[in-house]
């Protein structure tokens, strides 16, 4: 009899013990402690950079950690921050500059700030590309005055680089014929003349422009030093970026500015379940490199670069074991 009543005792007391645990859990609004269960990941269009790079990280993720990280297909950075935000997805990639935007509700969240985003890491650069038709005699960005301009769809990060941009050379969308469209339609736009330019913002190379480039009909704008500077001194989230190669085919490297491409998560998550997926994702840094070329500009020494704001606590404690140095506005 004693044996019985010791035995329901050590039941009650674990079972006291898992559902305090629970309700601590429950109270402190997290979800998993570890790295475990199924989650959203919000990317971009089925076809594009962000779609591809996302399954190719989450792929080796699931292997790694057991987890269930499944991309979604959205219209991007934009809607990404929102759905994060909100909670419908978990884990998103964003540019850097439209976190930025985010956080501090202003341009594309004018008013309404999304302030309950974390950065878990910086992924590789997307570069603010200037195409332009050779038909149309634009050689520089000052050239674009009076030309028929898409921008891009309203609500994207990229318009919002074209305006930055048209504005470091003193122009607004008063001096050009601009048009607000997404990219393949710019892209059918510079093909069949209706456009005599398109900006985007892509990782290099990008599918629209190297398709485009096949008849070499087209040329890809650089920023001049002058105008770099004044970029970058009024932009934080800008880097300058030079193609590494000629993939467009047009003769020459391309300078231009670039933000960041972050993978960003809720606030919901726990510290060790972050410090978790950050491990996972550079411990098996190499097999996500051999599955997405993208991932071959990530490393622990650039993990933090172009990251504005708001590192998750279990990311940052991964980065510190690993003797990365985090910036005070991380901390």
């Known amino acids: 009899m004693k044996k019985l009543v010791s035995l329901a005792l050590i039941i009650s007391v674990g079972f006291g013990l898992f559902a305090n645990g629970s309700a601590e859990q429950a109270s402190s609004g997290k979800l998993e402690e570890h790295f475990s269960g199924s989650y959203l990941m919000g990317t971009g269009s089925a076809t594009g950079n962000y779609y591809a790079f996302g399954s190719a990280l989450s792929t080796v993720v699931n292997q790694a950690t057991g987890a269930n990280l499944t991309v979604n297909a959205t219209g991007g950075s934009t809607e990404n921050a929102r759905l994060v935000g909100s ?24 008013g309404k700030p999304i302030t309950n985003l974390y950065a878990i890491t910086a992924c590789y650069p997307e570069m603010v590309q200037m195409v332009v038709s050779k038909k149309s005699g634009i050689k520089s960005v000052a050239d674009m005055r009076g030309k028929n301009i898409c921008v891009g769809a309203v609500g994207s990060g990229y318009e919002v680089a074209a305006r930055q941009i048209l504005g470091a050379y003193g122009m607004t969308y008063d001096d050009i014929n601009e048009t607000f469209a997404d990219q393949a339609t710019a892209k059918n736009g510079i093909q069949d003349g209706t456009f005599d330019a398109m900006f985007l913002c892509s990782g290099f190379p990008n599918g629209n422009v190297m398709e485009l480039s096949l008849n070499k009909n087209i040329d890809v704008l650089s920023i001049d030093d002058e105008h770099m500077r004044i970029l970058l001194d009024k932009y934080p989230y800008y880097a300058r970026f030079e193609t590494p190669s000629d993939d467009y085919n047009v003769g020459h490297a391309i300078t231009s500015v670039a933000v960041k491409c972050m993978l960003i998560v809720n606030e919901k998550f726990s510290d060790q379940a972050i410090y978790e997926l950050t491990k996972a994702i550079y411990e098996h840094l190499g097999e996500i490199q051999a599955i997405n070329a993208k991932a071959k500009y990530m490393s622990i020494d650039s993990a933090l670069n172009g990251i504005p704001a708001n590192l998750h606590p279990g990311a940052r404690k991964y980065y510190e074991e690993q003797g990365l140095a985090i910036p005070d506005f991380l901390k």
């Open 87 to 110: 909670g419908d997805n978990e884990f998103a990639m964003i540019q850097s500059d439209v976190y930025s935007y985010a956080l501090h509700g202003i341009e594309l969240f004018n």
